[in-house]
């Protein structure tokens, strides 16, 4: 293991990544508000999960997402 990172910058936080955080002393860096390119990988895929994948199906139930999801993910 290579121990506790000094500094970590998620794109969504909770509670308990906030408690871990502060018990652990790491320090959290968020993305700014309107600055997506702080995270242009994240906004990448998004973008390419929206067009190729939610944009052309229609999901009926949990199961037929999880379904779609998976076999678009494997292509």
């Known amino acids: 293991m290579r121990g506790i990172p000094a500094w970590r910058r998620p794109d969504f936080t909770g509670r308990a990544l906030d408690e871990w955080a502060y018990t652990t002393g790491v320090e959290i860096h968020f993305i700014r ?11 990448s895929f998004n973008g390419k999960f929206r067009d190729q994948c939610l944009n052309e199906h229609c999901f009926l139930d949990p199961k037929d997402a999880r379904d779609k999801l998976e076999a678009w993910r494997v292509d």
Do not use: W
Request: with cysteine; hydrophobic share 20%.
């Open 33 to 43: 508000p309107c600055k997506p390119t702080q995270n242009a990988y994240i906004e």
